[in-house]
């Protein structure tokens, strides 16, 4: 039988150079930065997320109560009008009557404080709440039946809302039109 002669192994180090120990932990180095700025993108842009979602429908809340409020404006049979002393851009003061309860209602944007304030005496309130901070512009505009822009409360068939909320980014712009209730 031949035997062969067997060749001598090839001395292999054994385990890593550390040339290839470094490369690895810089590149893993590199994909943990990585991930991290966009874990923490991820994080801010669902915050800004929510507080724009929280703003928005704050804004919504705000709207849907002068609204509420805006129809119930009572109308006077005697002066054939409805019962608003004051119809202002900024701010409107109206009656509002509950069977004989009657409750005078002011709504008034304050563009110092950027603020949306309603008043309704008679309940006890003698301090305007706060109903939304950081409106950037506020508009009441009064119209009559022919949608022709009005000062009279005898012609007063419908009132514009429009609103701007500067904190979300872009700001929250809001328009709606209000009819009057209790006509007879």
Avoid at 47 to 75: G, M, P
Avoid at 79 to 107: D, N, P
Avoid at 152 to 167: C, D, K, T, V
Wanted: aromatic share 6%.
């Amino acid at each position: 039988m031949l035997r062969q002669r067997s060749r001598p192994k090839a001395s292999c180090p054994a385990g890593f150079l550390l040339l290839e120990v470094v490369i690895v932990l810089v590149i893993l180095a590199v994909l943990v930065v990585l991930g991290s700025n966009m874990i923490s993108q991820g994080v801010d842009v669902a915050k800004r997320a929510n507080q724009d979602s929280a703003a928005l429908t704050q804004t919504r809340t705000a709207v849907e109560r002068i609204t509420r409020e805006l129809r119930e404006v009572s109308w006077s049979t005697a002066a054939g009008a409805y019962e608003i002393s004051v119809m202002q851009g900024s701010r409107a003061v109206f009656i509002r009557r509950l069977g004989t309860v009657a409750t005078t209602v002011t709504i008034e944007y304050l563009p110092a404080t950027q603020q949306l304030t309603p008043l309704a005496s008679g309940l006890g309130l003698t301090q305007p709440q706060i109903l939304l901070s950081e409106v950037t512009s506020f508009q009441f505009t009064y119209y009559d039946r022919d949608h022709t822009v009005t000062a009279n409360p005898a012609r007063l068939r419908m009132i514009q809302i429009a609103l701007e909320q500067g904190s979300t980014n872009p700001p929250s712009v809001f328009r709606t039109h209000v009819g009057l209730r209790n006509f007879e």
